[in-house]
């Protein structure tokens, strides 16, 4: 599960809830002090409870939003003309203007302007002197700041702001886990902020987030580019035809599973906990659904950040999870050798492919992944065999980063020097949790980085009387 943490909201979630969740989303908005107490907050309750969370810090990339307008609050009506000036301020009721100054250059007589997340919709009828005019479509009320989406519009605007470098930067300085880049349009963008996070000494993790129709024309090239996606279904489904969301949806899971790279799917899932105790059946078919697809997890947003109801939220959405994953069956797990995945040794797939075979046949009760990167914990993630699986590194973050990933428990505490004290240390783990006893069988594999010459080796334990 993902979870959105406003600034301050960790106070309104208990230490057991928060362990409900694999992964916390931090938004970097005003003074990161805030930002710097929260991070702490979850790295505190993490260590306490000996349970690896990742922290994912979202960068708002090139969102264009509405300037201040001249009442906070306005009412559209069908037909109303409205007029975007390339610049100056709102002078009357129906002037609008908006933090990208190339808006009016960039718009062209026909296109359609979305408000209010999609609730207003305006057309331009016309473009003169640095000014759209445009006609509500879609009548509806807006407000100062609010997001303005274009769909099929191609915007010069750079996919990585300045203020996105410098939250980059405190990111790379919090070690913080994953950096999520919005507005996402081309593998060329996440590369290039890929290089500019590993140049500030940081071994977090770019999440791509879906929002753009480009983004889905380059989908493949993305996907394989980025360390992981999100299905960012909010903005996605202003920016193209809502009712092809969720063909959209399954599409971009399928892609992520064929590269084996993690998905989450996010937005609102639970949206009506914002203010009720109950979600709505369709709610929870939605979060059921995401995981049948295959999402490695699912996002809660504006109903943690600034709903009612934040701890039961995060209990609801671990229920339908724990419900849904009961009814699996290994129908949903993917064919061997069906991913594509870059950057791992052949011989690191291939054994970890043979482990999963092996631990079927012997019905071992757990697989354990030795890794220092995390390239092999994914293989094994997206083979999706249900048998339980383990992940310990000698890196603190990649622990933290395999959080993320389907079926993958990390823990901490195990040194990595020798294979017998690994083994000697899961069983006593395994024993103590109530997932081991006297008999049963345990695979180990150990992943690139830590075998000579980076092959993988896999071995099997018994756990004794």
Not at 150 to 167: C, F, H, Q, Y
Not at 255 to 270: D, H
Not at 313 to 333: D, P, Q
């Amino acid at each position: 599960m993902r979870l959105y943490i406003g600034n301050g909201r960790t106070r309104a979630l208990t230490d057991h809830t928060l362990l409900q969740c694999k992964l916390c989303l931090i938004t970097p908005i005003g003074v990161k002090i805030g930002l710097f107490l929260e991070a702490r907050r979850l790295r505190q309750i993490s260590q306490e409870c000996g349970r690896p969370i990742a922290i994912l810090v979202d960068l708002a990339g090139p969102k264009i939003r509405l300037g201040k307008l001249p009442q906070d609050l306005i009412e559209c009506h069908r037909g109303e003309e409205f007029r975007f000036r390339a610049d100056g301020e709102s002078t009357g009721p129906y002037e609008l203007t908006s933090n990208y100054s190339a808006l009016v250059e960039e718009l062209s007589e026909g296109d359609h302007v979305m408000l209010a997340d999609g609730q207003v919709s305006m057309r331009v009828t016309r473009i003169e002197e640095g000014v759209a005019h445009c006609e509500v479509v879609q009548p509806g009320a807006i407000r100062s700041r609010q997001g303005i989406n274009l769909p099929g519009v191609k915007l010069s605007v750079k996919a990585i702001t300045t203020e996105d470098r410098e939250n980059a930067i405190w990111a790379a300085q919090n070690k913080i886990d994953f950096i999520g880049l919005s507005f996402v349009r081309s593998a060329k963008e996440i590369k290039e902020l890929k290089q500019y996070v590993s140049d500030q000494g940081s071994a977090a993790m770019v999440i791509a987030k879906i929002e753009k129709p480009e983004a889905l024309e380059a989908l493949e090239e993305i996907v394989e580019a980025a360390d992981a996606v999100m299905v960012a279904r909010g903005d996605l489904g202003v920016e193209i035809d809502v009712a092809q969301t969720p063909m959209v949806q399954k599409r971009i899971i399928k892609v992520c599973q064929q590269y084996s790279k993690p998905v989450i799917v996010a937005t609102q899932m639970l949206d009506s906990m914002h203010r009720s105790l109950q979600p709505t059946r369709a709610e929870v078919t939605d979060v059921a659904n995401a995981i049948l697809d295959g999402t490695d997890a699912c996002m809660l947003s504006g109903e943690t950040a600034i709903g009612q109801y934040p701890r039961e939220t995060v209990e609801m959405m671990n229920r339908i999870m724990l419900a849904t994953e009961r009814g699996l069956s290994e129908t949903t797990a993917q064919a061997p050798g069906s991913a594509r995945i870059a950057a791992v040794h052949p011989v690191t797939r291939a054994v970890v492919l043979g482990a999963a075979q092996i631990a079927k046949e012997l019905a071992a009760k757990l697989v354990v992944i030795a890794t220092h990167s995390g390239k092999t914990a994914r293989i094994k993630a997206k083979q999706r065999d249900f048998i339980p699986t383990v992940g310990i590194s000698d890196s603190e973050q990649t622990l933290c980063q395999l959080a993320l990933y389907w079926g993958i428990i990390p823990i901490r505490g195990i040194t990595m020097d020798d294979k017998g004290q690994i083994r000697e240390a899961i069983e006593a783990w395994g024993v103590a949790d109530g997932c081991l006893a006297a008999g049963d069988r345990v695979v180990f594999v150990v992943g690139t980085g830590l075998a000579t010459l980076a092959h993988n080796v896999v071995s099997v334990h018994e756990v004794r009387e």
